[in-house]
């Protein structure tokens, strides 16, 4: 996980960050009068923006992401202690794409993400970043207003997963299909800008046991949370949240979630990256 870090060294990354944080930002802020939770969450179509943004310009668009969250948070007047878990699962919202594309192995395209080439099988490795991208980030949110004793992970869980699918897929294909070649063109691919050595140093097969324990633990996490969270709730839903869930969460959703919280930090540890394997 180096180059989250020494990727601030360089100017443009730097210049990435900001991009990324003011896309998300601007494509959040006009819609946050649609919405589905008072104060928690609202129609987002910008969501498009991580997972296409984490496949072009890796560990930069996972700052930009969790900073663009922010933004938002601030202006649509939604900012508080659960905004740090939303910049959390915002941020690896945008470095999941940069983990998983080309390392799915029989469920990889093998090519760069450009849409014109093996295009059926590029929409299946697509798809799949997404659902993991938003299963994760919706599992890190719900499970820190959780434990926040803000909001049910159930609800909120199922919302963000939706919300982030359903405008990621619709719009990320042809998104990529139009801005892909473009970047690829200026030079400003992750791969283009970051050293050799702070690109991280793993093998194919490591890599790719990785990004499977990535996507099998977003995914098992999220659908485990909501089950335990629909389990748990046993008065109606119009009932204070602290008769529902206790004013800190549930001890049990808090133990999940922070045993797969450890797990995705390890996995992402010893995790690669393929992008740059498939423009030599």
Known sequence: MKELVTMWRDTRMIMLVAVVAAVYAALLIPFAGLVIIPGITAVRPGNVIPVIFGILFGPAAAWGS???NLINDVFAGTF?????????????FGLIGYKLWGNLGVLSSGVEP????NAGRQLLEYVIVVVVGSALCASIIAWGLEVLGLFPFSVLGTIILLNNVIASVVLGPPLLYLTYPRIKDMGLLYP???????????????AQTAA??????????AAVGIAVSLGIQDVP????????????GSTVQIAIGAISFLAVLGLTVISGERL?????
């Open 66 to 68: 969790g900073i663009g």
């Open 80 to 92: 508080g202690p659960g905004s740090l878990f939303g910049f959390i699962g915002n941020f690896f």
């Open 114 to 117: 450009n849409f014109r080439e």
């Open 192 to 206: 283009d800008l970051l050293r050799d050595e702070d690109l991280p140093d793993a093998s194919a097969s490591r």
């Open 212 to 221: 499977f324990g990535l996507a099998v633990v977003s995914v098992v996490w």
């Open 237 to 248: 839903f119009g009932a204070s949240q602290g008769e529902q869930f206790g004013a800190g």
């Open 276 to 280: 740059s394997k498939l423009l030599d």
